[in-house]
């Protein structure tokens, strides 16, 4: 019998007011609750049937999750700030202007503004083996299908791989990670405050998931520091189409160059892992040297050390490649399609 | 409480994919509660263990004079593979379990490379009690099991005739080495198989492979995680009968490759374990007509 996929299953549904409230119900519901910010990657997992909650709590009612403010010089931004607030901020575009051009550069402008940058960075993998409800290494099973000899796997993992192949599909991650965020999580245990470097986990380390947030815990707000703020920012985008579509690869540096050399730098890119991929050590190999063609060069064969493509996936290595070079290189971000 | 999870294949059929992990508890507590009834009993109702004194027996002071006063009892090969084989065994539970109750962490890598540091390792042992050491010396036969029968029936207050003491492993250890045996068999078989599903150098990682189907995978995966559980309480119990103060000789042996003479008299039966008279028990002694 044909599943009908055009209705919401039953769930239980809780509208908190409160950040105390929300942690509160996630406690008492545990693995069966469903965190709701904008819903745009939650119901489709749902009206798939493919995850199937029992509780579902809503974060809409909650003010304290919305809003940019100042945080030390830099900035903290609610999780529950819509993607087109967070593009049209005067103290993003003021201080990290790579943070709009990235949430800019995610869907379409209706998904912007319902979608939040909470959600954006805690969306699930696009993998469609894994969204079509097989039973692989990621739901729980033994097989990854996106991993043999006949899959198709075009948009699938270069590096991280481990038995699972899928990517991170989020464009404002990267430029968090380059901007040396820190993702502040709250649960019954009080709060937490996470590097979006380790926010961020691979197949390795839990094949289940794709950040560290835990039953019970909720991200409510990410602050970036002063550290990079109005630094050289480079952000590009490689997708199919030019809008609404998720990145094939995508590349955030911040970069502090003095006198014609990199003084220090941060670089990341997503959409060829399972998380967000940071060149530390193309960061370190490119520091104090100058920007030009040869460093450039250099960063790009470095990045790409360790790759591992799949059958149709080949493409990357030399996308990564090239992308970190024009990272280097600096210039106006790109968007390219 | 379940024992298998089971998944549904892409072609819709209901294949089991791992144990319900919830048995390494089981597995644990099991493990526990022998251990917490094995002391009460030794404790409590057990009869004190009398060693023979070599003084007072003609025949022991006899063998006594003839030997040194250590006794080898495993060669330095032997005792590297047990360590070796112990150290892989550690981190390969620790890494397949501490992930399941919580403890997040890169195992996969670790988990491999420590299994193929096993199989090398049990591939060594195979050769080595197979063409040096000797190789029935650690399997039951029917003398043990009558021996063990009267045992049993001492130890419930039956008239039995007195057991013979044990060649150079006691029954136990034989016992344990066989349900090593088949928890590591179960392991390491399906264990190299599945290497093919992740990747290593060993092979172009493909599910297909060796064209396998789906459910048969899944009873792959099942008994390498049966396999996993059951060594919880194994490595338990070994660990606790290695630090019993009555079994201490033998662990020491296994670190200083020796067990003293008069342990070696008391414990052992010379014409079950022959020693020559440099002492070393550890390789089978030669027979009379081979001695030039």
């Not at chain 1, 060829?272 to 920007?291: D, F, I, M, Y």
């Not at chain 1, 063609?293 to 996936?313: Q, W």
């Amino acid at each position: 019998m044909a599943v009908i996929r055009d209705v919401m299953p039953a769930f239980e549904l809780f509208q908190p007011g409160s950040i105390d409230d929300a942690v509160s119900l996630l406690t008492q519901n545990g693995s069966d609750a469903w965190v709701l910010a904008g819903g745009l990657d939650s119901f489709d997992w749902m009206k798939d049937r493919i995850k199937r909650p029992k509780v579902v709590v809503d974060l809409s009612q909650i003010k304290e999750l919305t809003g940019v403010r100042d945080w030390n010089g830099g900035l903290e931004i609610g999780a529950m700030t819509t993607l087109t607030n967070v593009v049209r901020h005067p103290d993003v575009i003021a201080k990290f202007k790579i943070l709009s051009q990235a949430a800019e550069a995610a869907a379409s402008p209706q998904i912007r503004n319902q979608g939040t940058i909470g959600g954006n960075v805690s969306q699930d993998t696009r993998c469609w083996y894994y969204r079509s409800g097989f039973d692989c290494y990621r739901a729980g099973g033994i097989t990854c299908f996106a991993d043999t000899p006949t899959a198709i796997n075009r948009e699938h993992a270069i590096l991280g791989a481990d038995r699972c192949v899928a990517v991170s599909p989020s464009d404002s991650a990267p430029a968090f990670v380059a901007l040396d965020a820190k993702m502040v999580i709250r649960s019954a245990r009080g709060e937490r405050v996470v590097d979006a470097e380790n926010y961020f986990i691979g197949p390795a380390y839990d094949i289940t998931r794709m950040t560290i947030l835990q039953p019970g815990e909720l991200l409510t707000a990410i602050r970036i520091p002063a550290t990079w703020a109005n630094t050289e920012f480079y952000f590009e985008k490689v997708r199919d189409r030019p809008v609404w579509d998720f990145p094939l690869i995508n590349v955030a540096s911040a970069k502090v160059v003095t006198g014609g050399k990199i003084d220090r730098i941060r670089l990341v890119l997503n959409g060829v892992a399972a998380h967000p991929w940071r060149l530390s050590q193309v960061e370190e190999a490119v520091t104090g040297k100058p920007v030009n063609e040869e460093t450039a060069e250099m960063a790009g064969k470095m990045a790409i050390e360790g790759a591992v493509p799949l059958r149709y996936n080949g493409y990357k290595v030399l996308l990564m490649r090239n992308l970190v070079k024009r990272a280097i290189r600096g210039g106006d971000s790109k968007e390219a399609a | 409480m379940n024992i298998i999870q089971w998944a549904i294949s892409p072609w819709g059929q209901r294949v089991p994919i791992h144990i319900a992990w919830d048995l390494l508890w089981v597995s644990a507590i099991a493990g526990l509660l022998f251990l917490i009834v094995h002391a009460i009993y030794v404790g409590y109702w057990a009869k004190p263990e009398h060693e023979p004194s070599v003084a007072n027996d003609p025949k022991l002071a006899a063998e006594a004079a003839r030997l040194p006063e250590h006794i080898k009892r495993h060669s330095f090969g032997a005792r590297m593979f047990h360590w070796i084989m112990a150290g892989s065994m550690m981190v390969l539970l620790f890494t397949a379990f501490l992930p399941k109750i919580g403890y997040r962490f890169a195992w996969v890598k670790i988990h491999w490379i420590a299994g193929i540091v096993l199989v090398i390792s049990v591939l060594y042992h195979i050769i080595h009690t197979t063409f040096v050491l000797d190789f029935w010396s650690i399997w039951p036969n029917k003398q043990d099991i009558q021996d063990a029968s009267y045992r049993l029936d001492r130890a419930m207050g039956k008239r039995a005739p007195e057991p013979r003491k044990f060649g150079k492993y006691p029954l136990e250890n034989k016992m344990f080495h066989m349900a090593v045996m088949a928890a590591g068999l179960s392991v390491i078989l399906t264990g190299i198989f599945m290497l093919s599903r992740v990747r290593t150098p060993f092979f172009t990682r493909n599910p297909y492979l060796f064209g396998f189907g789906d459910q048969t995978w899944g009873v792959m995966y099942v008994l390498h995680g049966l396999g996993g559980v059951a060594f919880i309480a194994l490595v338990m119990t070994h660990i606790y009968f290695a630090i019993r103060p009555e079994k201490f000789f033998l662990t020491k042996s296994m670190i200083f490759g020796w067990i003293t003479r008069e342990k070696y008299l008391g414990h052992h039966d010379p014409e079950l374990w022959p020693v020559p008279e440099n002492g070393d028990g550890s390789v089978p002694a030669k027979s009379p007509e081979v001695v030039t």
